[in-house]
């Protein structure tokens, strides 16, 4: 039963992830790559946490930039770029632990690469 359980709850937060992942791929096929409305506010959270923790991009409010400050910009975006691949790959950790925690027969599949059918 909690196997059950466990499998139904990963399940829900990998559709709501991926339907997360397809919107935001969806907006920026649709808008010449522009990052979508909520790709853009987890940017700019990201933005101002790192520029909190010492980082040095410019003012999120600038319009105009230097070269430098454009770089800077654009190094900000392949940054949380990075980052968000990174806790994408965080999630997906934590969802096959949880699996494995609870239906520990299945390791070998829930370890594979791809994930398998009715898993």
């Known amino acids: 039963m909690k ?63 230097s070269a430098s400050e454009r770089h800077q910009r654009q190094r900000s975006i392949i940054d949380f770029l990075d980052y968000e691949k990174r806790e994408r790959e965080v999630f997906d950790l934590e969802v096959r632990a949880a699996l494995i925690e609870a239906c520990p027969w299945k390791t070998a599949d829930i370890k594979a690469k791809s994930w398998p059918e009715g898993l």
């Open 3 to 65: 196997c059950a359980s466990v499998l139904e709850d990963q399940a829900a937060k990998l559709r709501a992830h991926s339907h997360m992942l397809l919107a935001d791929a969806e907006y920026a096929e649709s808008h010449n790559n522009e990052m979508s409305p909520d790709m853009m506010q987890r940017y700019i959270s990201w933005y101002r946490d790192r520029v909190a923790e010492g980082a040095k991009y410019p003012d999120l409010t600038s319009a105009i930039l």
